[in-house]
């Protein structure tokens, strides 16, 4: 984690979007890992913006999975408090293949969102709900939580934010301005990476086939000036250093592009 704090300074990004999705897997000795990387952080001067609390989600009617499971959340908020970071985001429970009501969605919801956010915010975390991805890739694609309205009306029963993911709105078909807008000030991350429509990819951006130009419209329309979260996918890297740092380099550059096109004029 140390060497991840290093190489994110080395290559130009300012801050960092922590992924928490496997901190279930440790015990309360990691603590240490993390304090010590905050610490390494605000020496290179790196802002420690978000997080993203685990997403795997069980069977949201499996009770006993998912009373594990909102267990390793509450593990991630306690790690996002303690390295003092404000926006922890989530998924909704999302329903895929199997038919289910809209009402139904909503219900469970409530039931799933509702401890989660209690909890974040007795650790002064704020949570986020993320848009979720359909678009007919698979059988586990997702029947509720995609659009801005669904997630607005999420967002306002609970007075938490939104995180907007640029690539699975893609994948969803939507116009990323017009989700944007109606979203507004309730907007606090967005994550940005790119795909072909098709296959949730975590291109880079401008590689896949969003509308930018569009989508940074959005942004400019609503006054948006949170940070931007390259949620590209360096998973597959191989593990030469010179390609990494070119890499990362290159997400740096995309972003300040984007940015640039977000840019509020004064």
């Known amino acids: 984690m140390s060497e991840m704090v290093d190489y994110m300074s080395a290559v130009g990004f300012d801050g960092i979007d922590m992924s928490f999705e496997n901190i279930g897997r ?24 978000s997080c993203h609390l685990p997403f795997y989600m069980p069977d949201p009617d499996g009770q006993q999975l998912m009373t594990s499971f909102l267990s390793e959340l ?15 985001v989530t998924h909704p429970v999302a329903y895929h293949s ?28 704020k949570i986020c709900i993320e848009n979720m991805a359909s678009a007919n890739e698979s059988e586990k694609d997702h029947l509720y939580g995609c659009t801005a309205d669904e997630i607005l009306i999420l967002a306002k029963m609970f007075d938490c934010g939104v995180c907007w993911d640029f690539g ?20 606090c991350v967005v994550h940005i990476h790119d795909n072909d429509g098709k296959k949730d990819s975590h291109f880079l951006p401008f590689s896949g086939n ?48 984007l940015i640039n096109m977000a840019r509020i004029n004064k």
């Open 98 to 125: 199997q038919r289910r009501t809209y009402e139904e969605w909503l219900e469970k919801n409530k039931e799933f969102l509702s401890p989660v956010i209690e909890y974040a915010r007795k650790k002064g975390v």
């Open 210 to 257: 969003i509308d930018w130009t569009d989508a940074m419209m959005g942004l400019k329309n609503i006054g948006y000036c949170g940070f931007f979260d390259m949620e590209v996918k360096s998973s597959e890297l191989p593990a030469d250093r010179e390609i990494r740092t070119d890499y990362g380099r290159k997400t740096v550059f995309f972003a300040r592009k």
């Open 74 to 88: 509450k593990k991630g908020i306690d790690a996002a408090a303690l390295m003092n970071i404000g926006y922890a």
């Open 168 to 187: 699975h709105a893609n994948l969803s078909g939507l116009s990323q301005s017009g989700e944007i807008e109606k979203i507004g000030g309730k907007l």
């Open 26 to 49: 440790f015990d309360d000795a990691v603590n240490s890992v993390l304090y010590s990387a905050a610490s390494r952080a605000e020496k290179r001067g790196l802002t420690l913006s």
